[in-house]
Nanobody, 115 residues
């Protein structure tokens, strides 16, 4: 099993930046895929970005060129650097991890983009 804890959310103005962190209770060497997802009120949870053990990355079209996912194996942490934020990025952001065929989720961190 793996426990995930997100941090770094908050209120930011349009065009601003935030860096989200996801700390895992296990070495991320043992987790094949980690990623970020988001869910706005009344909408389904959607993929934002994923990163694999071999550092393969995928991004939603809506965030390409603005968001960057990365990992720090020594800290068992995955990051999401979010630049040029837009109001439509407002959502609860969840860290997810695939381990032994199961999807594990953090509790989420709120990101609000508003002036």
């Amino acid at each position: 099993q793996v426990q995930l804890m997100e941090s770094g959310g908050g209120l930011v103005q349009p065009g601003g930046s935030l860096r989200l962190s996801c700390a895992a209770s296990k070495s991320i060497f043992s987790i094949r895929v980690m990623g970020w997802y988001r869910q706005a009120p009344g909408k389904q949870r959607e993929l934002v970005a994923t990163i694999t053990i071999n550092s393969s990355r995928n991004y939603a079209d809506s965030v390409k060129g603005r968001f960057t996912i990365s990992r720090d194996n020594a800290k068992n942490t995955v990051y999401l650097q979010m630049n040029s934020l837009k109001p439509e990025d407002t959502a609860v952001y969840y860290c997810g991890a695939d381990f032994n065929g199961l999807r594990y989720w953090g509790q989420g961190t709120q990101v609000t983009v508003s002036s």
